[in-house]
Nanobody, 121 residues
Framework: QVQLVESGGGLVQPGGSLRLSCAAS????????MGWYRQAPGKQRELVAR???????IYADSVKSRFTISRDSAKNTVYLQMNSLKPEDTAVYYC???????????????WGQGTQVTVSS
């Protein structure tokens, strides 16, 4: 099995910063793409940022220049540095990873349980 565990969410004032972490563990042969999504109340889950194993990144337009995704492939961990936070960034943030499990021929997508980020004064 594979588990993704997120940490780092919380309450922050507008203009503040938070750093989210997500560590993948279990019977992992290789972790390929990793990413962050978010879901606000009453809205669909949306992509925030994604990073490929080679380091190529993509961002939602709404977070470009404010958020930075990075990874430590040796630790199977992905990070999301969030700066200049706005109330509209309030959501549950989920990480995902495309994982090739030991003994398997195809990769599968796994999700974390989510961490709440609230931006409010």
């Amino acid at each position: 099995q594979v588990q993704l565990v997120e940490s780092g969410g919380g309450l922050v004032q507008p203009g503040g910063s938070l750093r989210l972490s997500c560590a993948a563990s279990g019977s992992i042969s290789r972790v390929n793409a990793m990413g962050w999504y978010r879901q606000a109340p009453g809205k669909q889950r949306e992509l925030v940022a994604r990073i490929l194993r080679g380091g190529y990144t993509i961002y939602a337009d709404s977070v470009k220049s404010r958020f930075t995704i990075s990874r430590d492939s040796a630790k199977n961990t992905v990070y999301l540095q969030m700066n200049s936070l706005k109330p509209e960034d309030t959501a549950v943030y989920y990480c995902d990873a495309d994982v090739l499990r030991i003994g398997m021929g195809l990769e599968s997508a796994y999700w974390g349980q989510g961490t709440q980020v609230t931006v409010s004064s």
